[in-house]
């Protein structure tokens, strides 16, 4: 089954990108997955799906971004009609060991990658009337002691999504955000090495300054229980392909106990997060 119309993904070469990929191609659309590194590309024209074309695609390279809008825009069989942002990374801790760079690295990634793709083939989705979909988090609404960094930039991703849809609706163009919780994909291994760096590089003082949250988050880790990340593919497909498709997906039971905890007033969150936070770090 063919349906005539492409999708860009970012981000494409694992997790949720690549299952994104995988099950829109599935279903008709012809997907240039997007990768940074010249392996992942093999790697997918190795797997032989014929409507998978793997083009390398650093966000934030923007020589790479231009060329991967030149090859869209020179596609006529198949003319672009979704983006999917997706492309990512998920390192964070305290704000008072969180290096400046590494902060300015992320952001460069999460957001203004995000936003180096999205300008670039806008002119392709105006024309086309076509879909934006932008990966946020749990952490695009619930903000967590230790993953500033990051929460500030799906904070980002979600303001900029609102602000873009309202931009593109007259165009006919609709955007949506999915904030998925918990998802298996290599993101956790990264940040597990993250983190444990960030330790190696930290003063005991400064660990035991924090030690209660050090090992509240070591202990919410492992009880974290990941979700198959086709739950998002999917939502991916109802965003792309609905008459009326969502604002927001919020994916899984932690990602929508999130959501809900943070319509609670600040004062009240802060409270019970300190008090769950507390309580957890004293548990053998």
């Given at each position: 089954?063919?349906?005539?119309?492409?999708?860009?993904?970012?981000?494409?070469?694992?997790?949720?990108?690549?299952?994104?990929?995988?099950?829109?191609?599935?279903?008709?659309?012809?997907?240039?997955?997007?990768?940074?590194?010249?392996?992942?590309?093999?790697?997918?024209?190795?797997?032989?799906?014929?409507?998978?074309?793997?083009?390398?695609?650093?966000?934030?390279?923007?020589?790479?971004?231009?060329?991967?809008?030149?090859?869209?825009?020179?596609?006529?069989?198949?003319?672009?009609?979704?983006?999917?942002?997706?492309?990512?990374?998920?390192?964070?801790?305290?704000?008072?060991?969180?290096?400046?760079?590494?902060?300015?690295?992320?952001?460069?990634?999460?957001?203004?990658?995000?936003?180096?793709v999205?300008?670039?083939?806008?002119?392709?989705?105006?024309?086309?009337?076509?879909?934006?979909?932008?990966?946020?988090?749990?952490?695009?609404?619930?903000?967590?002691?230790?993953?500033?960094?990051?929460?500030?930039?799906k904070?980002?991703?979600?303001?900029?999504?609102?602000?873009?849809?309202?931009?593109?609706?007259?165009?006919?163009?609709?955007?949506?955000?999915?904030?998925?919780?918990?998802?298996?994909?290599?993101i956790?291994?990264?940040s597990?090495?993250?983190?444990k760096?960030?330790?190696?590089?930290?003063?005991?003082?400064?660990?035991?300054?924090?030690?209660m949250?050090?090992?509240?988050?070591?202990?919410?880790?492992?009880?974290?229980?990941?979700?198959?990340?086709?739950?998002?593919?999917?939502?991916?497909?109802?965003?792309?392909?609905?008459?009326?498709?969502?604002?927001?997906?919020?994916?899984?039971?932690?990602?929508?106990?999130?959501?809900?905890?943070?319509?609670?007033?600040?004062?009240?969150?802060?409270?019970?997060?300190?008090?769950?936070?507390?309580?957890?770090?004293?548990?053998?």
């Open positions: 089954m063919k349906n005539q119309k492409s999708i860009l993904i970012t981000g494409a070469s694992t997790g949720i990108g690549k299952s994104c990929a995988v099950h829109l191609a599935g279903i008709g659309f012809k997907i240039f997955a997007g990768v940074r590194k010249e392996q992942d590309a093999k790697d997918w024209q190795k797997k032989g799906y014929e409507n998978i074309q793997p083009v390398i695609l650093d966000v934030t390279d923007i020589k790479q971004v231009e060329a991967t809008s030149e090859i869209l825009t020179n596609e006529k069989e198949y003319p672009l009609y979704g983006l999917i942002n997706n492309a990512g990374i998920g390192i964070s801790g305290v704000v008072e060991v969180t290096p400046a760079d590494d902060f300015l690295n992320l952001l460069k990634v999460n957001v203004l990658g995000m936003h180096a999205t300008k670039s083939v806008l002119p392709l989705l105006r024309k086309s009337q076509g879909r934006i979909i932008n990966i946020g988090s749990t952490a695009s609404f619930f903000a967590g002691p230790g993953s500033s960094a990051y929460t500030a930039s904070f980002a991703v979600r303001g900029y999504t609102d602000c873009l849809r309202v931009e593109v609706t007259s165009f006919g163009m609709h955007v949506s955000l999915i904030a998925p919780g918990a998802i298996e994909t290599e956790w291994n990264k597990a090495e993250y983190k760096s960030l330790r190696k590089n930290t003063s005991a003082e400064i660990q035991e300054a924090y030690r949250f050090i090992s509240a988050s070591d202990k919410m880790i492992k009880k974290i229980k990941p979700i198959p990340a086709i739950h998002v593919a999917k939502a991916a497909e109802h965003a792309l392909t609905a008459k009326k498709p969502k604002y927001t997906y919020i994916i899984g039971p932690d990602a929508k106990k999130a959501y809900n905890f943070t319509k609670l007033p600040k004062r009240i969150v802060t409270k019970l997060l300190l008090k769950h936070i507390e309580k957890s770090s004293i548990k053998s």
